[in-house]
């Protein structure tokens, strides 16, 4: 006799366009329902653990196809054996696990030429914690860590540099020799090196946008314009307006850039209220895409308060809208964050943490300290270890024992966990003080960003279902 018991999967009904949809949290997919599925689950869903008799009974469908449809059940994992259900927040791997690198962070300087409002370099944590400063990164240094990313890269082809700051112009002498010297490195080693810079647009000389296109150096502006906006919240560091300055170069890297795609990323700061018309601005301009960052900062006059916050999703949906607008005559409007988003769903991708920090991604030092990623790059409690003696093999497991959902009691039983996976671990620390904690403070605002996200995917997937591979492509390139 069969005495498993059986439950519902944890899930979510939308009904778009007068079809129904249904996100199947475990699995981090989407799919199209009917009526007889919809029913069955509301059926179910309330009455905890059933056996197959049981859950026969609640099905009201013929009882000639009950056998068929409770097969399929099975089959969609909407129906588990209780056991498994008991297991999906445990199904996580723990333990020691060795990833190989694939990207490493150069810091290649401290300095920056800018005095933003919300620099975290300056002002970090509940705490007010400062971060380690240490000047800029010494070519030797640049060397080695290049050596390192290669030599702990295992069996990938392909390896990514990313050199960030400070503004890392500043310190153009050795991009382009970590450049130089990892393209020999890549030569003899067969790995393909990609490079990416994230930039704040005043040293875009000429000389340096040749370089950045000779080389095929993916590149970030990091531009928060509107004009007014910008200069307010991203003066030079004596206090003058940065944007003129910023539009000039951009100008003329799009014209050497002529089509190679540039994504801004945009940090909101104090207020949400001018987002649609940053966006429309900055696609004006040229740039391919434009992300929106909440500030993570303590300090409350940057801080977007709860009412902003909400502002925030109103104008993501109002983006979205326009979006599926844009979509509908085969277009990309260029939104990163919905374009994220929507691949992420589209490859439905089971996450055990949020981001690639401390796992295939780590940050150096201009001293040659290793760390979890770009924006923890100094922060002591991240600390894993340094390019001449190797990982920390204690701080890298130890990082990722505590890092993985599973620890996060509430985050394993939310419906949005292999999407969010706890949040950003900066975030965490700046706002929470605590690396490992979830980022709670922002639980519903990402769980309706979600919500949002699936109603224009089951929009997609019913008008233009190939946009989805686009989107998803779009991504994987
Ligand atoms: S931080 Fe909040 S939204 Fe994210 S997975 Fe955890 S509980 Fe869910
Ligand atoms: S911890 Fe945050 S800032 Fe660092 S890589 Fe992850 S998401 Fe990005």
Redesign the pocket.
Known sequence: MNMTRYCVSQHRIFTINGHSFLFLANENAIFETDPDTNDALNQLSHKGDLCKHDVMGCLRIPDDEKETFFGELLNQKLLLPSLERKEEGERYEKGPIILPLKTLVLHVTDACNLGCLYCYHSFDGANKRTIRKKGAMPVEVARQAIDFLIEHSGGLDDVCLVFFGGEPFLNFNLISQSVQYALEKSEHTGKKMSFTVTTNGTRLSEEVISFLYDHQIGITVSIDGLETIHNKNRPFADGRPSYKAILQNIKNLFKIYNGVPVPARVTVAGSSAHIPETLDHLLSLGFAEVGFAPVTTMDKASQLDSRNMNLLLTQFQHMSDKFVEFALKDQVLGFSNLIDLLAVLHEGEIKNYPCGAGLGLFSVDPDGDLYLCQRLTGEESCFMGDIFNGFSRDNVNDFRDKAV?NQ?E??TS????N?????CYHEALVREDDLMK???H??QW??KWVETGIKVYGRLATDCPEYLDRISQLRAS
């Open positions: 959902i996060k509430i985050c939310c419906w949005v966990r999407i969010c996976a706890g949040g979830p980022n709670l922002y639980c990402i769980k």
